[in-house]
């Protein structure tokens, strides 16, 4: 198959996270790290949405805080949901032009707003553009949907045309891949950071 089309995942794809001062974060605040968030539901369903988008900060501030160490204020919290995200390096920049130079390139992210003013500060200081790297960008807190959920593959095929046999999609969550891959994407799952390895052998038998 010659692909057209690459869905790209923002977080731990594009953006590299930082797991580790993740965890430091989230343990000064009294919460567990970010892989047992499923063990505790009452609090990682509202942190989900807010982390999603899909949730207001007020709401989310009320309902995860209880489970915070007394004392916790809310800056600190909002820190610990954001102290994972991390850098673009310079030649991921790189990368994603050349992409966009021979395929139709999208980013599809699952994203609170004051998550993606972050990452516009990240291109606005490397001198890039979205434009440069992307043709359309989707996100989860403008979309009111967000990954896994198939909905939100359909409004990307909806919005662009795009072909699911067509199209590879990259993310490092093996849920959204799964979900990609039912809709007929050919959905690969990504190491934390690692896309340029990931992506670069794919491409080449792609050729």
């Given at each position: ?12 794809v ?27 539901p ?9 982390l ?7 709401e ?29 390096p ?40 979205l ?39 990259l ?37």
């Open positions: 198959m010659k692909y057209k089309n690459i869905i790209l995942d923002l977080a731990g594009v953006l590299n996270l930082d797991l580790e001062r993740d965890s430091r974060a989230l343990n000064a605040v009294g919460l567990p790290p970010f892989p047992r968030f499923p063990d505790y009452e609090m990682s369903v509202p942190a989900m949405k807010y999603n988008g899909l949730m207001p900060v007020d989310f501030l009320v309902r995860v805080k209880p489970f915070c160490k007394p004392g916790t204020t809310d800056e600190q919290l909002l820190w610990a949901m954001d102290a994972v995200l991390d850098i673009i310079k030649e991921r920049f790189d990368f994603l032009i050349g992409l966009h130079n021979i395929y139709n390139v999208y980013l599809l992210s699952n994203i609170y707003e004051s998550a993606w003013q972050y990452v516009l500060g990240l291109f606005r200081d490397s001198g890039h553009t434009d440069e790297c992307f043709h359309k960008v989707f996100l989860s807190y403008e979309l009111g949907l967000a990954k896994p959920d198939h909905s939100i593959f359909q409004a990307v095929i909806d919005h662009t045309g795009i072909i699911p046999e067509e199209t590879l999609f993310d490092d969550g093996k849920a959204n891949v799964d979900s990609a891959a039912q809709m007929g994407f050919h959905a690969v799952l990504v190491p934390n950071n690692k896309l340029e390895e990931t992506l670069s052998g794919i491409i080449s038998c792609n050729q």
